[in-house]
């Protein structure tokens, strides 16, 4: 990706289809694991599928790559609050893999209240030849039993399960939008709407609220928590972002409750700009630490913005995802699409960042070269290993017979969740029901 982003030519593998999709197919979330061997997604229905990379043939070298269904699980269920007569909707908001101790993988999954770590592990044998159970699996009558067996295991065909082995209840009065794995791995925090709680992972019944942002009076209430994450290399340091277009790094040895910031990114607002909808467009819908930990991405209703931890008062790359849209705006406070949280995510040497966009657009952006590049996941130009061909959209004026014109995109298209591989130019790309896996070409 780092000399010529615009003729790069991307293969892609066709994963997830539903030609009835139905409300909860849609695709909530999309995460790699620590190695790029796995890659979960979630969905609107509470169900976490894993997708496990091939490995390579000698006699089918360019196999390598295909990512296929490697387990399935239902992950929450829809509930009902009956002290505040709310439904809790199923729907997997975040999903976080930790890093892979031993033979099994470990991954968090929140729906808007409860926070589930749950245990994926293979078993390929089983036990025989039980004293107090026949080989049906029913108990036997005690007299009956008159020697003692030793149990063998016998070979089986591979099953993969999936248990929750802790489930984190009863903190958040608000919805979870965010969940964090720290880089000490024995904690995490869950962010909603006006506070983070802080966990540990051999610890369901307890948490510790380290942001809170609720005002005695709710009136007096101006912003909201969109996002939250730690800082990859520093366990005490983690950043969160607001409506207002804010950011706050904080420190947990400064204090036990962070409501004092250590850092405060803001860009000072051209007021030449300012319209009905400014404060709108300015809520930060996502943001992500650099791998290096040295930078933190924001994402806006029209732009990437890469900040640099140290300078505070504007950033240091600002990048226009679809500007074509300010005209538009209007019709996208009517249509509630303003209010789109979309995602942003860096490549793994942090030189490249992607976000996406409406049509089932997605844009990724050369930090180096200043270069970027519209691409489209859809169904009808993504046979297997065909090629991308970047995208272009026309404001006003003569169209050129490959542009689409901005009257003439889809909205309710639109790809919110994207993920990048820790280490190759592989990269994941909800679309509404549909998964997407593009590759670099391997020549």
Not at 224 to 248: D, L, M, Q, W
Request: aromatic share 10%; glycine share 2%.
């Amino acid at each position: 990706m780092e000399e010529d982003i615009d003729t790069r030519k991307i293969n892609n593998s066709f994963l997830r289809d539903h030609s009835y999709a139905t409300e909860a197919d849609i695709i909530s979330t999309v995460e790699f694991n620590h190695t790029g061997e796995l890659l979960a997604t979630g969905d609107k229905g509470g169900r976490v599928v894993i997708f496990q990379r091939e490995q390579e043939s000698k006699n089918q070298p360019h196999r390598r790559g295909e990512y296929n269904v490697y387990s399935t699980f239902q992950s929450h269920e829809p509930e009902f609050d009956y002290l505040k007569s709310l439904e809790i909707e199923e729907k997997i908001n975040k999903i976080r893999w930790l890093p892979q101790q031993n033979a099994a993988y470990f991954l968090l999954s929140t729906n808007d209240k409860t926070v589930k770590l749950w245990k994926v592990s293979e078993r390929d044998k089983r036990p025989e030849g039980y004293n107090l159970k026949d080989e049906d699996g029913r108990l036997r009558d005690p007299s009956m039993i008159t020697m003692l067996r030793v149990p063998v295991l016998r070979p089986m065909d591979l099953m993969v399960e999936a248990t929750p082995r802790r489930v984190f209840a009863n903190a958040h009065t608000y919805h979870i939008n965010s969940i964090s794995v720290n880089s000490d791995y024995e904690t995490y925090m869950s962010a909603d709407d006006l506070r983070i709680n802080l966990w540990n992972f051999e610890i369901t019944n307890q948490s510790f609220n380290i942001v809170d942002i609720k005002p005695a009076n709710m009136e007096e209430l101006t912003e909201v928590i969109t996002a939250a994450e730690f800082h990859p290399h520093h366990c005490n340091t983690f950043v969160y972002s607001s409506s207002k277009g804010t950011i706050r790094l904080c420190d947990m040895r400064a204090s036990a409750l962070c409501d004092r910031h250590s850092k405060f990114f803001e860009e000072p607002e051209d007021p030449s700009n300012r319209s009905f909808f400014s404060e709108i467009i300015s809520s930060i819908s996502d943001v992500k630490f650099s791998h290096s930990g040295r930078y933190i991405m924001t994402r806006d209703y029209l732009t990437i913005k890469v900040w640099d931890l140290n300078m505070e008062n504007r950033p240091i790359e600002t990048y226009q995802v679809h500007d074509y849209l300010r005209s538009k705006l209007c019709s996208l406070y009517e249509n509630d699409c303003i209010f789109d949280k979309f995602e942003c995510v860096w490549n793994g040497s942090d030189s490249v960042i992607m976000t996406g966009s409406y049509n089932n657009f997605f844009r990724m952006f050369d930090r180096n070269t200043k270069r970027d590049v519209t691409l489209e996941a859809s169904r009808e130009n993504s046979k297997p290993r065909a090629i991308l061909k970047p995208r272009k959209v026309c404001v006003g004026g003569k169209r050129r017979k490959d542009e689409i014109s901005v009257d003439s995109l889809d909205f309710s298209k639109k790809i919110l969740h994207t993920a990048w591989h820790p280490s190759e130019n592989i990269i994941a790309v909800a679309a509404t029901n549909n998964l997407y896996i593009f590759q670099d070409k391997v020549n």
